[in-house]
């Protein structure tokens, strides 16, 4: 089975299984599952701007506050010649409610993980990423989120590269 399948079912087993362990822990955590995009040669020269899904859940651990966990991969073309990034992120996110819509920021840092499509590990570097988003309300408990961030490998980026992540999709809240 090629390496993205599996991190697709990875992923879909994840988004059906956290919402029942997050609503264990309280009325104040949420979970996404979206699409995202990043700039050219973010973490790879020869890779232009690649698509990717992203993961990342949030739990709220004071009022306004909360502790999020983020991982994204991209990259996620069959083709053996198509290079790949994972990172995963951890870090605080500052919440506000704006009538039905919830806007937010967050400082992220983590590990990137570089490979190409033969499974070769090409780089590892530290990440950081900067920014936020809104969630607009769809329905009691599920939100639409558009996000923007600085995504970038302050150590190991190569020249040229321009530092952004652009992402939408589905959020639950409990």
Do not use: C
């Not at 599952?33 to 990043?38: D, E």
């Not at 490979?115 to 639409?144: E, N």
């Amino acid at each position: 089975m090629p390496r993205h399948h599996r991190f697709l079912y990875f992923a879909l087993a994840a988004f059906l299984l956290l919402p029942s362990m997050a609503r264990a822990l309280g009325p104040s955590a949420d979970v996404y599952l979206g699409y995202t995009r990043m700039g050219d040669k973010n973490f790879n020269s020869t890779a232009g701007s690649q698509s990717g899904i992203q993961l990342a859940g949030q739990l709220k651990i004071m009022p306004f506050v909360g502790a999020e966990i983020d991982y994204s991969h991209f990259g996620l073309s069959g083709a053996a010649s198509i290079p790949h990034s994972s990172v995963v992120m951890v870090g605080p996110r500052v919440t506000v409610g704006v009538g039905s819509t919830k806007l937010f920021v967050h400082g992220l840092v983590g590990w990137e993980h570089s490979g190409s499509g033969d499974g070769l590990i090409k780089a590892g570097a530290l990440t950081l990423a900067m920014g936020g988003g809104a969630d607009f309300r769809v329905k009691p408990h599920i939100y639409w989120r558009v996000t923007a961030d600085y995504l970038g490998a302050p150590q190991s980026a190569p020249a040229g590269a321009t530092h952004t992540r652009f992402g939408t999709g589905l959020v639950l809240r409990f």
